[in-house]
């Protein structure tokens, strides 16, 4: 059971290019998350999907674009990255309907733009 | 919009006693849920407890136990017989229908 996948697991990246980090869920969960987590702030929700084809800004979205073709993949895409969106990534995922279905996270994807 | 607090950025226990971390949301819906999560150091976010809102009865799972009080809009965690592998990150999160809202973390030292 894998779960879900985040990949790269580690990445550099120069200011001004364009990155996509991957996510991958095997459990066909309908609700799909992407969060930041910053020293201080927690875990911020930058944009979530509903289902495939179906999504939503969350706390933090600018400078970021998602999509959703296949319900089990939800990539972020940093379109031109700045030094500010140096930040670990986290994917999550959870069944869909009842609000007390917990949600489950991928191991992160650590970003650093220089 | 919904919002979680967590007061206590840092707090330290000696193995084997008893701590509570705090965590007091915002919200005006009356059917919802809330969480802990436990963030060790390898960064893996693990589910600790869930607490439904319309149940009086707090929580308990094994030495982790919640105060929920829905009144004060509170829900403390409490973590008796502390081990050497409670130490990490703590944090709140509350959800009602497709948002979750974490707090901004308590980081539990325990000492030896």
């Known amino acids: 059971d894998a779960g879900i996948t985040q990949s790269p697991r580690y990445k550099i990246t120069e200011t001004g290019r364009q990155v996509t980090l991957m996510c991958h869920q095997t459990?066909?969960?309908?609700?799909m998350f992407w969060y930041r987590q910053d020293l201080g702030h927690g875990l911020r929700l930058i944009y979530y999907s509903a289902a495939a084809d179906i999504t939503d800004k969350g706390e933090v979205p600018d400078g970021y674009v998602v999509s959703r073709s296949k319900t089990e993949n939800f990539p972020l895409t940093l379109e031109s990255a700045t030094r500010s969106q140096t930040s670990v990534y986290f994917c999550?995922?959870?069944?869909?309907?009842?609000?007390?279905?917990?949600?489950?996270f991928g191991e992160g994807s650590w970003l650093t733009v220089v | 919009a919904q919002t979680v607090t967590q007061s206590q950025p840092e707090m330290s226990v000696q193995e084997a006693e008893t701590v509570t971390l705090s965590c007091t949301y915002d919200t005006s819906e009356s059917d919802y849920y809330l969480f802990w999560y436990k963030q060790p150091p390898s960064r893996q976010m693990i589910l600790v407890i869930r607490q439904e809102a319309y149940k009086q009865q707090n929580a308990t799972e094994n030495r982790f136990s919640v105060n929920f009080q829905k009144a004060a809009k509170s829900f403390s965690l409490k973590i008796s017989d502390s081990q050497l592998g409670d130490a990490a990150m703590y944090f709140c999160?509350?959800?009602?229908?497709?948002?979750?809202?974490f707090g901004p973390g308590t980081r539990l030292s325990v000492l030896p």
């Open positions: 999160a509350y959800r009602d229908g497709q948002n979750f809202v």
């Open positions: 459990w066909s969960h309908s609700y």
């Open positions: 999550a995922s959870s069944p869909q309907g009842h609000s007390g279905n917990t949600i489950y």
